[in-house]
Every structure is written in C-alpha cells, then in structure tokens.
C-alpha cells in the first residue's frame, strides 16, 4: 500500500499541493492593496452621498470588513487564470437611520448600489482597473486578469452599529487574541472603518442590496463563525482538506461547479481528522461530496436550516456528485497499489488535479495496510455550545 500524503502536504515543500495552490506574496499584496485604496475611496464618497443621494437625515460613515475566502483562510491559486480569477471579498456596511418594518427602506438599495458603482467608476478610472457589473450581489473591480475584489453591499441599522460598538468597548474579549483569523484592537480597525472580528459576531439585522433594488436578509458571519467552530473541532486539516477539494474543482470546472461554502459545509458535517494523513481524510471527505452533492443541503448551526447551499440544478448535481466519487475512487485505488505502480498513484492524482500534483515519486512512500488501520483519528474535544461562536451545534 501507499500513503499519498506528501503528495499534498510536505511541511512547506514547495511541490506539494499545498504550497503550489497557495496564493503568492505579491498576489496577496495585491489584492489588499487594491482593497485598501476602495476602502479608503468609498469611506469618503460614501459618506458624503448619504444625505445628498440617499436621503439620510445626516452623514454616516461605512465600515468595512474582509469575509469568504480569505476569512475563512482557504483561498487558492485558480486552476486555469484566467478565465479562473483570485477574489477578496470585501464586505461595505452602511449604518442606516431609517428601517421600514425589517429592513432598510426599498428605495434606497438602487440608490446605494448604483452611488457605489458609480464611484467605484472614478476609482478604476484612476486606477486603470475595470468595473464588473454583472454580479447581481456585489460590485465587483478587476484589478488584473487573475484577481478581483467583490464588494457585497449591506446595511444595518445605526444604532446597531452604536450599540455593538459600545459594547465592543468594554468587552475583555476584545483583548484576546483569535488564532483562527486576524483581529486587532478596536481602535485599531475603526480608524479605517474596518471592525474587529469581535464585533461583527455581535452584529444582526443585516441586509445586502441587489441590483435589481432590492433588499435581502444575509450575514456572511454565520459561516464564517460556524466554520471556525468546525476547524476548532476536527484541526487544521479540515481547511487543507476544503482547499484541496476547492484545487479540485477548480480543475475539473473552468466555471461553475460546487462553490466554496457548499463544499466547506459538506465536508465539515462529518469530518474525520487523520493525523500525518491528508489522502485518508481526502478519501473521506470525497466520499462524502459524493453522497451529499445530489442533494439539497441545509445546515442547521448556520441559519436553522433555512438556505439551501447547493445551487447547482439536479443535471449539475449529478454530474458533481458523480465527479467526487471518481476522485474518492481514485484516491482509494492509488493508496492500494503496490511501490511498483508509483508512477501510477501519481498520473492517477493528476486525472483529478492536474499538473499541480507534482511527477517526484519520492513524495509516495510505501505504507502497510496495518498502520493504516492503526491510525487514530485526531480530534480535539468540542467546544461547549456556549462557548462557540456561531451559537449552535452542527449535528
């Protein structure tokens, strides 16, 4: 038998997958800088329009916080760049003063939407970017041919926003510090406009706009909370796992395919961390996308169960479902040849991966099935229900 764990994780061995997916230095620097100078435009042009454009009875200042991928700390290199792009998604938060009923007033989410891509013109203008309106949740700014960042806009109420920011203050909490994802002082973030981690968790009622002028109920902090309570539980191999599957489908679907937090979801509800053994709990996890993908999928600990998180039609779903088991398959085969067939195990990996799984046989070492049998799953105890962040329990 053979362990095909090196193949994806080699203690910082640049041929492994999970080096190779890892986006660069200078990539990152791009994308932040890029979303500091948004964050910097629209605080200024966004406060200025509030009452002038969008009616506010005086001027408020838009915060601002970085979510999805690189919150979550699973983005990845795209497969195939372009057409595949690097995002940031990067969240803009307008407290609002007026609420009709459970959400912010009708009119205002087309005046807000097209104020902020308007401005976001001037920017790219400057800036020789290129504005992407075809997203109907976010605006979205191309800085490159491989990166864009994704500004999803939302509101709040004001003295929400008053309120958690007070508190925020005088919560110790605030002073310790998140190894899951990047925090700061308070005061820290707030002079850019940017909050801390903590104060979103404290944050309700809020709505994003859409282009068509309306208003929707969604807060991408309840993934993220619920994740970091699942990468809590079952180690950090669960976010290798999920950006292995991401290389995976980013291989296997120039566009479309599962998206990240469907496959996140799904390999978090029944995860099974193997110490030293990223192939095992890949193995695993594709199993798992395979059962589930044909499938809606709810999740409780998130939202009570209200979205359904996969959005492929029933012909895609088979289709992906059908996908996963030939990589859970293959990944299963691989780990059963013989030290002769090496070669083999790795053409079989680079079927599902492509050429970002490296041709170095010396990254699959021979494994016995005994050992393999042996090998104790490495959990850690789960947090108590008060102490996690997303406030339920996955079952």
């Known amino acids: 038998m053979l362990s095909l764990h090196k193949l994806f994780k080699n203690d910082g061995n640049p041929t492994s997958l999970d080096e190779v997916i890892t986006p660069s230095a200078a990539q990152k620097r791009a994308l932040?800088?890029?979303?500091?100078?948004?964050?910097?435009?629209?605080?200024?042009?966004?406060?200025?329009?509030?009452?002038?454009?969008?009616?506010?009875p005086h001027m408020v200042t838009p915060r601002f916080r970085t979510q999805g991928s690189w919150a979550y700390k699973t983005c990845i290199k795209g497969a195939h760049l372009p057409p595949q792009e690097m995002d940031w998604d990067f969240g803009v938060y307008l407290p609002v003063t007026a609420w009709e009923d459970t959400s912010p007033p009708r009119a205002m989410a087309r005046l807000y939407f097209e104020f902020v891509e308007r401005s976001l013109a001037d920017l790219c203008e400057q800036k020789g970017w290129v504005l992407d309106n075809s997203n109907k949740r976010c605006a979205r700014v191309k800085i490159s041919d491989w990166g864009h960042?994704?500004?999803?806009?939302?509101a709040a109420p004001e003295d929400k926003f008053r309120d958690v920011a007070e508190k925020s203050v005088l919560d110790s909490s605030m002073k310790r510090t998140n190894h899951l994802r990047e925090n700061a002082s308070l005061e820290e973030f707030s002079e850019k406009g940017e909050m801390p981690n903590d104060f979103w968790v404290l944050m309700d009622e809020i709505h994003v706009a859409k282009r068509d002028g309306t208003w929707q109920k969604s807060d991408p902090e309840q993934v993220a909370n619920w994740f970091d309570d699942r990468v809590t539980e079952h180690t950090d191999q669960l976010r290798r796992v999920c950006r292995y599957l991401k290389a995976w489908r980013d291989y296997n679907w120039e566009s479309g395919g599962p998206t990240s937090v469907l496959i996140m979801i799904i390999v978090s509800k029944s995860f099974l961390a193997i110490r030293g053994r990223d192939d095992l709990a890949l193995e695993n996890a594709a199993a798992d996308l395979a059962?589930?993908?044909?499938?809606?999928?709810?999740?409780?600990?998130?939202?009570l169960g209200v979205e359904d998180f996969n959005r492929l039609s029933p012909a895609d779903r088979?289709?992906?479902?059908?996908?996963?088991?030939?990589?859970?398959?293959?990944?299963?085969?691989?780990r059963h040849y013989g030290p002769g067939l090496v070669g083999k195990a790795i053409a079989n990996m680079q079927a599902h991966f492509g050429d970002r799984i490296s041709n170095d046989a010396s990254l699959v070492v021979v494994d016995n099935a005994a050992e393999v049998r042996s090998t104790a799953a490495a959990r850690v105890a789960a947090p108590a229900v008060g102490a996690t962040k997303a406030g339920w329990r996955s079952k």
């Open 32 to 56: 932040m800088d890029a979303k500091n100078d948004i964050r910097d435009h629209l605080r200024k042009t966004i406060r200025e329009a509030t009452v002038s454009v969008l009616g506010m």
């Open 149 to 154: 960042v994704d500004l999803p806009l939302y």
């Open 291 to 303: 059962k589930r993908l044909a499938d809606d999928v709810r999740e409780v600990g998130i939202d």
């Open 318 to 334: 088979i289709v992906a479902s059908q996908k996963a088991k030939e990589l859970q398959q293959a990944i299963y085969n691989s």
